[in-house]
């Protein structure tokens, strides 16, 4: 099975910041990368697919890049809105593994 | 509106066994793969199973091989996830999802999910 890492766990940030969070794969898994966002008692939403490409109606301060093994989600101008749980998740085989989280907090 | 609607869940002793379903609405349910995800208490998503458009292709995590099937009905747009054997660890919140071929030619993503039921496993 192919595992996903994520870094930082967790992080704290300010409105306006821009935030970056990684996922690494155990193995190339080219670009089938996707990002989620999720909030508390929410079911997850998508982002990011195919590692950069943006899901319609997500706002484009939301960005991603990567290929191979390592990818990131870039958030350029923190909103209110944006402090959730972020997950990525390989579409590359199955078992479609998820990375464990980055929990985006206020600071 | 695009929608997934899941029911079943509850309280099951360890050993015991549980239907899930999930409804769909405003799509073509027919034309997707189906997913079922799952998240226990305070932790992260784990993929548990796909199910191919017409069934004829069923994908599991190891840990729920030979105790969980799951299965659609296209003519009730319904996805279905039969859990037996079950244990304290797959105590979770269970989405039904749709699996959406995003971009050619195989990169897929969920891109709908369901609010999720709720599986506690416990004596």
């Known amino acids: 099975d192919i595992q996903m890492t994520q870094s930082p766990s967790s992080l704290s940030a300010s409105v306006g910041d821009r935030v970056t969070i990684t996922c690494r794969a155990s193995?190339?898994?080219?670009?089938?990368l996707n990002w989620y966002q999720q909030k508390p008692g929410k079911a997850p939403k998508l982002l990011i697919y195919a590692a950069f490409s943006l899901q319609s109606g997500v706002p484009s301060r939301f960005s991603g890049s990567g290929s191979g093994t390592d990818f990131t989600l870039t958030i350029s101008s923190l909103q209110p809105e944006d402090f959730a749980t972020y997950y990525c998740?390989?579409?590359?085989?199955?078992?479609?593994?998820f990375g464990q989280g980055t929990n985006l907090e206020i600071k | 509106e695009v929608q997934l609607v899941e029911s079943g869940g509850g309280l099951v002793q360890p050993g015991g066994s549980l239907r899930l379903s999930c409804v769909a609405s405003g799509f073509t349910f027919s034309s997707h793969w189906m997913s079922w995800v799952r998240q226990a208490p305070g932790k992260g998503l784990e993929w548990v199973a796909n199910?191919?458009?017409?069934?004829?292709?069923?994908y599991y995590v190891d840990s729920v091989k030979g105790r969980f099937t799951i299965s659609r009905d296209n003519a009730k747009n319904s996805l279905y996830l039969q859990m037996n054997s079950l244990r304290g660890g797959d105590t979770a919140v269970y989405y039904c999802?749709?699996?959406?071929?995003?971009?050619?030619?195989?990169?897929?993503?969920?891109?709908?999910w369901g609010q999720g039921t709720t599986v506690t496993v416990s004596s």
């Open positions: 199910i191919k458009q017409d069934g004829s292709e069923k």
């Open positions: 999802a749709r699996l959406s071929r995003m971009y050619a030619p195989d990169y897929y993503a969920i891109d709908v």
């Open positions: 998740q390989q579409s590359f085989s199955i078992p479609y593994t």
């Open positions: 193995q190339s898994i080219s670009n089938y």
